[in-house]
Each structure stands twice: as C-alpha cells, then as structure tokens.
C-alpha cells in the first residue's frame, strides 16, 4: 500500500510537472525573456561620462582663450552618438563576411601613417594624419578593426585554441598591426594591443601550459625590450617614471606636476574653474593626457572617485554583456571592447598619478580627441548590439 502511494505522489508530480512546463513553455512564445534589448545602462553612461568630458575640456582649455576644442568635442560626441545608436541596430553578426576588407583597411591606414603621418619628434608618436584642420589617429581606429577581426578568427578556432599552429596564427593576427604601430612608434597603444590579446585568449581558455611560460618569457625579455626595442625617448619615459626627479624641468616636469595638480584637489576639490595647476597653464598636455589631473583637482577624492567607478561600471556591463552574448563572436566582442576600456582607465589613471609610465593613451570618453571619442562610441556600439541581437531564449534556458 506504501509502495503504491509512493508510486502514485511521484506520478503526479510528473504530470504536475509536465504541465507547468507546457504553460511556461507557451508564455515564453508569447513573451520571450531576451529578445532585442536596448541597453539603456551603457547608453546612459555613455552619454553621461562624454557630456562630462566636454566639461571638463571647457574647463581645461579655458585659460587657451579658445573654444575650437569644445566645439570639436561636441560635434565628435554627436557624430559618435549617432554612430552608436545605428551600431546598436545593425546586427554585428554581419561583420562576419568583412572581416578581411576590415582587417586590409587597418593595415593600410597604420601604413598610411608611416608615410604621410604627423606627430611630436621629440615626446610623441608620429601617428596622426592631417586633413586640413581635421587630425585622425589611425591607430584608435585600428583598436576597433582588430576587435571585429580577431574575435571572428577567434571564435572559428576556440576548439582548437591550444593546437600550436592556431595559436600562432593568432598571434600573426595581432603581430602585424602591433609592428605597424611600433614604427610610429607607438608603446601605449601597442601595449593596448596585447592586453586585449591576452584577455581574450583567457576568455577563449587558453591552456595555462602556454599562459605561464608566455609570461615568464614576457618578464625575462624586459631588460632585453628596454635596450634593444624602445627607442630613446620611451627609455627616457621609464627612466622618468621611475625617478622624476631625474629630469623635473623637462621629462619629468609633467608628472611632477600631475601628481602636484591631483594632490591639491584634496577631498572636495579646489571647485569648478579654480584649479590653480590648471588655471595658470603648470599643467601640460591639461586637456588630453591628464585631464584627469585637471578632473581631480577641481572636483577632488570624490569627484575623482566617482569617475573612476562610472566608467569602471562601463567597463564591467561590457563583461556582462560577453558573458551572456549567444555565441562566440558576440562575446569576444563585447570582451575586447571591455579590456580596451579597462587598459586605458588603468593606464591613463595611473600615469597621472605616477603609478605607470607616460605613454600618451587617453581617458575614455573624457580627453579631448574626436578619434578617440567616436572610436570609444563605435566600440560601445558595437557592445549595444551585441546585447540587442541575441537570440530569444526561455526562462528554463536564462535561469
């Protein structure tokens, strides 16, 4: 008799079951949980964070007695806007079919650059083209290219990532761009160049027999890079960053003063407009590479933190995003785009308070540059669609 209850509770529980099933199954037809998303968080702070960068670059360039700055910022922030909403809406999947002519065109303007280029002889890159009173930065642009080119290379070999001969081709992916770029030469954005590298192959799972030896190899060849491959002002650069005091009027005059600008901001900051490092020109490069000094002395701890943490929160939505992308290319993507973001809030944050060398990379979506902002726009939308396009899925399949 007790076998025969037992029997029949698990047999309605089956069937209990079974319904449930049914009724949810034909509620998810109707109502899927996923289905064409507009991410109105990362729009949001994206907007947001760029607005605040206009702001910051009026107050930077304020003492210049010139808008021309502003102007190009706002008109980039639009461009860029409208760029990432139609981003958002065409389905990134079909960049499949482009990843060669994508990948040939960033090879050609990094070649371009070599050749007609401009730039700094004596503290910079060459790595800006000029047309006219327009600047464009092949190289931002090629960050781009390179996330759309080689998650799709990425994606087709994952099963095979730890075959040497895919391996290596992965490597040659990234390897001609990356000297490309070195005869700029270029060190910050190479170095952007072989984080997002080295992140997706972590998110494609790299065995760790290739992960360690790379890095122990990375650190033995230092010494060796530093004599052999930097040329003299990236060495200078280094020898600065270790010890500013070893140049303060010339190569270590704008860290010294960076940090000098950060420190005076104190916890509320000096106010809007009133930075004194800022107001009386002490402050190079105010407006591009450290603006986020600029930021931090008029808005303080506070402000300084909580600029940090918007775009830290930008940058961890765009993992999110990777982490529930409905295939492999989607979701290197959305993984790339994020360790670019995350190399340059960590590197530009850093060197403005003398924790990583001067290498020129910008703060995303708050230094001056239109190549930079749309490239940043571009990116996010790139992330927006990748969120937007993913499959419907059921509630069974999501929780």
């Given at each position: 008799?007790?076998?025969?209850?037992?029997?029949?509770?698990?047999?309605?529980?089956?069937?209990?079951?079974?319904?449930?099933?049914?009724?949810?199954?034909?509620?998810?037809?109707?109502?899927?949980?996923?289905?064409?998303h507009?991410?109105i968080?990362?729009?949001?702070?994206?907007?947001?964070?760029?607005?605040?960068?206009?702001?910051?670059?009026?107050?930077?360039?304020r003492?210049?007695?010139?808008?021309?700055?502003?102007?190009?910022?706002?008109?980039?922030?639009?461009?860029?806007?409208?760029?990432?909403?139609?981003?958002?809406?065409?389905?990134?999947?079909?960049?499949?079919?482009?990843?060669?002519?994508?990948?040939?065109?960033?090879?050609?303007?990094l070649?371009?650059?070599?050749?007609?280029?401009?730039?700094?002889?004596?503290?910079?890159?060459?790595?800006?083209?000029?047309?006219?009173a327009?600047?464009?930065?092949?190289?931002?642009?090629?960050k781009?290219?390179?996330?759309?080119?080689f998650?799709?290379?990425?994606?087709?070999?994952?099963?095979?990532?730890?075959?040497?001969?895919?391996?290596?081709g992965?490597?040659?992916?990234?390897?001609?761009?990356?000297?490309?770029?070195?005869?700029?030469?270029?060190?910050g954005?190479?170095?952007?160049?072989?984080?997002?590298?080295a992140?997706?192959?972590?998110?494609?799972?790299?065995?760790?027999?290739y992960?360690?030896?790379?890095?122990?190899?990375?650190?033995?060849?230092?010494?060796?890079?530093?004599?052999?491959?930097?040329?003299?002002?990236?060495?200078?650069?280094?020898?600065?960053?270790?010890?500013?005091?070893?140049d303060?009027?010339n190569?270590?005059?704008?860290?010294?003063?960076s940090?000098?600008?950060?420190?005076?901001?104190e916890?509320?900051?000096?106010?809007?407009?009133?930075?004194?490092?800022?107001r009386?020109?002490?402050l190079?490069?105010?407006?591009?590479?450290?603006?986020?000094?600029t930021?931090?002395?008029?808005?303080?701890?506070?402000?300084?933190i909580?600029?940090v943490?918007?775009?830290?929160?930008?940058?961890?939505?765009?993992?999110?995003?990777?982490?529930?992308?409905?295939?492999?290319?989607?979701?290197y993507?959305?993984?790339?785009?994020?360790?670019?973001?995350?190399?340059?809030?960590?590197e530009?944050?850093?060197?403005?308070?003398?924790?990583?060398?001067?290498?020129?990379?910008?703060?995303?979506?708050?230094?001056?540059?239109?190549?930079?902002?749309?490239t940043?726009m571009?990116a996010?939308?790139?992330?927006?669609?990748?969120?937007?396009?993913?499959?419907?899925?059921?509630?069974?399949?999501?929780?």
């Amino acid at each position: 008799m007790l076998n025969e209850n037992i029997c029949s509770i698990i047999a309605l529980l089956v069937l209990t079951k079974g319904l449930i099933k049914i009724a949810v199954s034909k509620h998810i037809r109707q109502k899927p949980v996923i289905s064409q998303h507009f991410n109105i968080l990362i729009f949001t702070l994206t907007v947001l964070l760029s607005i605040f960068g206009i702001i910051a670059v009026y107050s930077a360039t304020r003492s210049l007695g010139t808008h021309t700055q502003v102007i190009v910022q706002s008109a980039s922030m639009i461009l860029g806007t409208a760029l990432l909403i139609a981003v958002c809406f065409f389905d990134y999947e079909q960049f499949k079919g482009l990843v060669k002519p994508i990948y040939g065109f960033a090879i050609a303007i990094l070649i371009l650059v070599l050749l007609v280029g401009v730039g700094t002889n004596s503290w910079g890159a060459k790595s800006w083209i000029r047309v006219g009173a327009i600047g464009i930065q092949p190289s931002e642009l090629a960050k781009v290219c390179f996330i759309l080119t080689f998650a799709y290379h990425l994606s087709e070999v994952t099963d095979e990532i730890n075959n040497p001969l895919k391996l290596l081709g992965l490597i040659a992916h990234m390897g001609v761009i990356i000297l490309l770029i070195m005869l700029q030469p270029d060190l910050g954005s190479v170095l952007v160049f072989v984080f997002m590298f080295a992140v997706l192959l972590f998110f494609a799972k790299l065995s760790y027999k290739y992960i360690i030896p790379i890095m122990c190899l990375a650190i033995a060849s230092v010494p060796f890079a530093y004599k052999y491959i930097l040329s003299d002002y990236q060495q200078q650069r280094i020898n600065v960053f270790l010890n500013p005091d070893l140049d303060p009027l010339n190569r270590g005059y704008n860290v010294i003063q960076s940090k000098l600008a950060v420190g005076s901001g104190e916890v509320w900051g000096e106010g809007y407009l009133n930075g004194i490092q800022n107001r009386m020109g002490y402050l190079p490069a105010k407006y591009t590479d450290f603006i986020f000094s600029t930021v931090a002395e008029e808005w303080g701890f506070i402000g300084a933190i909580i600029l940090v943490a918007a775009l830290f929160l930008l940058v961890y939505k765009c993992f999110k995003v990777a982490q529930r992308a409905d295939n492999l290319y989607g979701k290197y993507i959305a993984a790339g785009v994020g360790a670019m973001f995350l190399f340059h809030l960590f590197e530009n944050v850093g060197m403005c308070i003398g924790l990583t060398p001067v290498t020129g990379i910008p703060l995303p979506f708050i230094s001056y540059g239109g190549s930079s902002l749309i490239t940043n726009m571009l990116a996010i939308g790139l992330v927006m669609s990748v969120d937007y396009h993913n499959k419907p899925r059921s509630t069974i399949e999501v929780y």
